[in-house]
Every structure is written in C-alpha cells, then in structure tokens.
C-alpha cells in the first residue's frame, strides 16, 4: 500500500490495545442490533422519518406536533450510537494499518469493521426511506449479525498468527461444525420473520408480513432445537475424539447460551412478546453468535503471532486426538 508508506513512521499501539480495540468494535456491533430492537418495541421506527437527515431541513430533531418528541430522539440516539460504533471500527483499522510485520487477514478483517458501518448506514437509511419494510429491518439486523461474526474473527486474529488454518479437530468434526452454522442462519434468518410477521413493527403504520406467527415462531423453534441437537453431538464427537482444553470452554459457552436462549424464547412466546424480552431475545442472538464464532475459531490454529525479533508468541494448542 504505497500510499500508506507514511503509517511505517508511527510506532503500532500495544497489543492491549489492539484488543481493546477489537473488543469494543465486537461489542459495538452486537450492541447496536440490541439499541435498534429498542427501537422497534418502542415504535420509533419513524421517529426521525426521512434519512440523512432527522426531520427535513435539520439532522437533530425538532419539535413539532406531527412528530413524538420521544420517537424522536430514541431513533436519534440510535443514529449517534452508529458515530461510536464507527469509531470503534476505524480505531481497529488504524491499528491494523500500524502493525508490523504487515498482516494482510488482519488488515482485511479490520477493514470490514468501519466497511460494515457505511453498510449499515446505508441499509438504515434504505429502511427509513422505505417505511420500515420488514425485509430491510430484516437486512438490518442480519448484517449485524455478520459483523459480530467477523468482529470474533479480528479479535482471534490478534492473538494469533497468519498460517493457513491448521484444523484441531477430524474433517467429519469440520464439517459437522460448517453444518451447525448453516442451521444457524436459517435459525436468525427464521426469527427475522417471527419479528415481520409479529406486533413490534417499529411504527404503528408499517404493513407487517401476512404469514401466520404461531407458525413462524414454530419453525423458529424447531430449528433452535436442531441447531442445539447439532452441538451436542459435536460435543459427543470432540469426547470420542479429544480434544484441547480450549476447544471445550467454546462448547460449554455455546450450550449455555442456546439454552438460556432457547428458555427466553419460549417465555417471550408464552407471555406475549413483552417488549423488554424482544431486545434481551435480541441481546440473546448476539451472545449466540458470538460463542458460535469463538468455537469455531477455537478448533484452528494458524500459529504464533508474528513479533519483530521473535519466532513465537503463543503456546501451541493440544492436537486433535490428544484428551485434554
């Protein structure tokens, strides 16, 4: 990147900060998908109702008696939580830019982060312009979703190095795992449609989707069930297989979190969809997300993290076959 030949000049930040880095961008993009939930249960969808502006002729709200003043300015909020979550990202970047020896799959991994941001703004704006049509809402959220994906991937990416992925685990394991993560999207990609088709559209005037709930939301569950099924048998396989002891504390987190929520989902069904559970459901796909991704992660290695002067910076991982 000739261009950027200026950024050898500046020293990198620490590895603390580094991560720092990547962590807040991590949490910055599962938290806005949890801030836009609020959002929608608080039918503010519409509270600023043209983009990029927030009202026409001012990018702030302004009272007028057309509009809710507190639609307003939780839509608003919503909008200046999208500046942090930029930050976060660039930040990521920029220390990417400054390490040396120059890493391409981190640079790569750190660039989609504030990539992500324009995306989500422009999928936002198309959401507003649109009316809250229930397919760009869904978009929304599941882009999101990537982020959060990627934004694990960075977070590895820094405590590791740049060798093409060493499995820890059997190729049956691998491609148990790979199936996993397809029910996963069709899990994600199933609730967006519960929330089309369900009462907490995001303003009071947006059509919803004209598909029954009760069977949305069946499917949705079944395919909760199946993903959980899909784990523990992976978790069976790593038993039968042995594995490190890295790769367990990923399983259990994983476990933990598709039952609690498993059990938050059929409460939030039972009792109504009560708004507060629709963004702890939400919170709950991020967290879901997140253990997926750091298991994944968890079953490859690609070495040490290169440090100027050093051959290695990391312990190597217990191979597959070894009980941990």
């Not at 079944?222 to 890295?246: E, H, K, S, T």
């Not at 939030?268 to 939400?282: D, I, R």
Request: charged content about 10%; proline content about 8%; overall charge positive.
């Amino acid at each position: 990147m000739p261009a950027l030949s200026w950024l050898s000049r500046i020293p990198a930040p620490p590895l603390a900060w580094q991560r720092a880095f990547a962590i807040a961008a991590l949490v910055a993009h599962a938290g806005i998908a949890v801030t836009g939930s609020v959002v929608r249960v608080t039918g503010s969808g519409l509270g600023c109702p043209t983009w990029p502006q927030c009202v026409p002729g001012s990018l702030t709200p302004v009272a007028r008696p057309e509009f809710d003043a507190l639609h307003q300015w939780v839509e608003f909020g919503n909008r200046l939580l999208t500046g942090a979550v930029g930050l976060a990202s660039a930040a990521c970047l920029i220390a990417a830019l400054l390490v040396r020896p120059r890493r391409p799959r981190l640079i790569w991994l750190a660039a989609a982060m504030p990539a992500g941001v324009v995306a989500q703004a422009v999928i936002g704006g198309i959401t507003v312009l649109t009316g809250l049509l229930w397919w760009t809402v869904a978009a929304h959220f599941l882009a999101s979703v990537v982020l959060t994906w990627l934004a694990v991937l960075l977070v590895r990416a820094i405590n590791e190095g740049d060798e093409p992925a060493r499995p820890l685990v059997p190729g049956a394991l691998r491609r148990l795992q790979a199936f996993n993560v397809v029910v996963l999207v069709a899990l994600l990609v199933a609730g967006t449609l519960v929330t089309a088709a369900g009462p907490h559209s995001g303003d009071a005037n947006t059509p919803r989707l004209d598909l029954p709930v009760a069977s949305l939301a069946q499917v949705h569950a079944d395919l909760m069930f199946l993903y959980l099924g899909a784990v523990v048998g992976l978790g069976f396989a790593f038993r039968a297989v042995g594995v490190p002891r890295q790769v367990w504390s990923s399983f259990w987190t994983v476990i933990a979190v598709v039952i609690a929520q498993g059990t938050l989902g059929m409460i939030q069904y039972w009792t109504g969809v009560p708004e507060v559970l629709v963004s702890f459901h939400v919170l709950g796909s991020a967290l879901v997300t997140i253990a997926t991704a750091a298991l994944w992660t968890a079953t490859r290695n690609r070495g040490p993290r290169p440090v100027p002067g050093m051959t290695a910076v990391a312990e190597t991982p217990t191979p597959a076959g070894v009980r941990a």
